[in-house]
């Protein structure tokens, strides 16, 4: 029988979400954790909307996975995020002890990677999946919001 | 006339809001966020008490300030913070674009100097301001936890 829960699948879900910011006029990133192939949070960027520099995808995915567990390590637990996620973000994970992160496309500037953010010595880190389609909805709202102004 | 309001009054409101933490049995850290010398937040670390990796004391503030201010940025805010930030809190303030960070006592492990974050070009932080209190607070907390398990 073929296994229909691997990367991509969770990640076409990140997607979803980061489409669900999109129309909200967010700048649109999305995640989702899983435990046990099952997933126990989704959400997208909401920093527009609740005036708040800390709301973003990941953020909100930790605090709602750890409430639905009961705790607040996410052992065992993976997260898909359609962009690489910021320093904030990977701190916040490294707080975590999260198992795994997997991200969509990169983010040369303010992401983890370059900027060298430490994430838990628990914590494997790997990306690229549905990197091509993650990056082009966040290329198209920049494009659009430069044309409205 | 003298100001009453410099660094160390700030932290010391900031050293109250650590000493509730460590009443509610919280890693006692604390933070106000002040604007034109009015404070606008007041908060403290809630991590056990929320079961929320994410509920560290600036996070709270930064929300709570933006929540006041009706906006995102910080500019003008300073915060005071009785123990250096980490990663996730000095990531979030970047994306503050808040002006200034005061910290108490450096956090040589985990804090965001030692971990190299990236803080806003527009952000400056100073620190060493009632450390001596802050560190021995943490310390004992930190005792007694040991004493009792």
Redesign the interface.
């Known amino acids: 029988m073929i296994n229909p829960y691997n990367d991509t699948y969770f990640m076409k879900r990140a997607l979803q979400e980061a489409e669900a910011a999109y129309e909200k006029g967010e700048i649109p990133i999305g995640a989702v954790i899983t435990i046990n192939n099952q997933i126990i949070a989704r959400t997208h960027n909401l920093?527009e909307t609740l005036?708040?520099?800390?709301a973003h995808a990941e953020?909100q995915a930790?605090?709602s996975a750890?409430?639905y567990l009961?705790?607040?390590?996410l052992i065992n637990c993976t997260l898909y995020v359609t962009i690489e996620p910021?320093?904030?973000?990977?701190?916040?994970l490294?707080?975590?002890q999260i198992s795994k992160i997997v991200y969509g496309a990169r983010d040369e500037q303010r992401g983890c990677i370059s900027?060298?953010?430490?994430l838990h010595p628990k914590t494997v880190m790997t990306g690229g999946v549905m990197a091509e389609e993650a990056s082009q909805l966040l290329k198209r709202f920049f494009i659009e919001k430069r044309n409205l102004n």
Chains 1, 2 share one sequence.
């Open positions: 920093t005036n708040d520099v800390t953020m930790i605090t750890a409430n009961g705790g607040k390590y910021c320093q904030m973000c990977a701190g916040a490294f707080w975590s900027l060298n953010t430490k």
